[in-house]
Structure formats: C-alpha cells, structure tokens
C-alpha cells in the first residue's frame, strides 16, 4: 500500500490551462502539504493543511489553491497555469503540524 | 530574511567511508530540525530528526548533531554505501506559532563503489 500517492505523475499542458492535482494518504495523519521543488532541487513549501485550518505560504501566487474534501484528501487547484509553474509538485502528510512528513512521489508539471 | 543553506553542493565519497553533510540555519527560534534524503525521481524520505533540548541524536548509521551556539546541524553517515547516494535536505521548524518548514538547498552524496 502507497501511504502518500498523488496523480497524475507526469502532466503536461499549455499555458493558460486549468489543471488539478489530486493527493491521498492512508495513514491517518492529521496534517497534509503541497512542496513545490525548482530545476535546482529547491524545496518549498506552499501550503499546510491541519484540521481545516489553512496556512499559506504568502509567496504562492493565489492562482494556486488547495482543496481538501476529507482529512485524507488533498487536491491542488491551479488555474492560468504559466510557463514558471513547470516544476514537481509533492504532496506530504505527517501525524501532526510540524512533524516529519511522509512525501508522495511527485507530479512533474511541464508547462509549454 | 532567514534561510537554511547548506555548505556543500556535492560530496563525494568511497564506499565504507564516514559522511558528514552540513547545514547552517539562520532563525533562532527554531527548534526542531529534520533530516530527509531524496533518491533520483523519488520524494523525499525521512530519515532523522533532532529537538533543540538535544544535542545529538543516532539512528541506524546515522547521527545527527546540533550545534545551537552557531546554528549549525550535520548529518553523520557511517560505511556508507552506494545505496546512500541521493541528495540530503535539512528542515527547520518552529514547533510553535505559524508553521512554515524552511529546506535547505541540499547536498548530492556520491557514493563511489
């Protein structure tokens, strides 16, 4: 069983585009997140998710949002997507805020 | 503003050798610290954490050090193997207030057989 798994792993997509990324763990953490990793390996964090509290990292463009159905569940939304937001997108989960996270394997995304 | 970096870019190793991966941090109200290793087209992988109250922590062939004076963390790897060839992030976390985990940069380990 995959404890983090996020699809698509691969998507590509022109600019301008509305494209979602969807994002599960079977763990039973309280505590989901959306890393953004750059062409340098540059890890960031965009949003943290803990019991329906929501905390943004402030230099996250609002085109991005994060959806999130059930504790076990969360999507990423990005809408007029842009040639910058080519990059892997991680999903992780961890028992509590703060905690180690477990990753999901990645979602590469090539704008063009 | 404040930031986790790391020392080296790469490092390069023979295999059973000692590694030592560096991390400097800069916010001092950080206090708890997160070793993760990435594998080429994976996530990353937990591997050790460490509390401020600590100054050292060992798991299996790995230690992590926490020097708080000079806000400097390192990872220790002993006899390492090929299988340890990835690249290695620091987090900070404040484990109180808003909760917004810093990355260092990242070192690639190559491990030569």
């Known amino acids: 069983d995959t404890a983090v798994s996020q699809t698509p792993k691969y998507l590509v997509t022109q600019m301008g585009n509305d494209k979602s990324i969807k994002c599960e763990q079977n763990?039973?953490?309280?505590?989901m997140y959306w890393y953004k990793q750059d062409s340098k390996k540059f890890l960031k964090i965009m949003f943290s998710y803990n019991n329906k509290e929501l905390i943004i990292n402030e230099t996250v463009p609002n085109r991005f949002s994060p959806k999130s159905p059930d504790k076990a569940h969360l999507n990423l939304h990005i809408n007029s997507l842009e040639l910058g937001d080519s990059a892997v997108y991680f999903c992780?989960?961890?028992?509590?805020?703060?905690?180690?996270?477990?990753f999901g394997q990645g979602t590469r995304l090539t704008v063009v | 503003g404040e930031s986790v970096g790391l020392h080296l870019p790469t490092l390069s190793v023979q295999e059973g050798d000692n590694s030592i991966i560096n991390c400097a941090y800069s916010n001092s109200a950080s206090d708890y610290f997160i070793w993760y290793k990435q594998e080429s087209g994976k996530g990353p992988q937990f591997i050790i954490d460490?509390?401020?109250?600590?100054d050292k922590r060992q798991g299996q062939r790995v230690t992590v050090l926490l020097n708080k004076t000079v806000k400097h963390l390192s990872l220790q790897i002993a006899a390492t193997q090929p299988g340890d060839s990835a690249v290695y992030f620091c987090a900070e976390n404040m484990e109180r207030g808003s909760y917004i985990p810093t990355f260092g940069r990242g070192t690639s380990l190559i491990v030569h057989p």
């Open positions: 992780a989960s961890s028992l509590r805020l703060g905690e180690g996270a477990f």
């Open positions: 460490i509390r401020s109250n600590m």
């Open positions: 763990l039973g953490h309280d505590t």
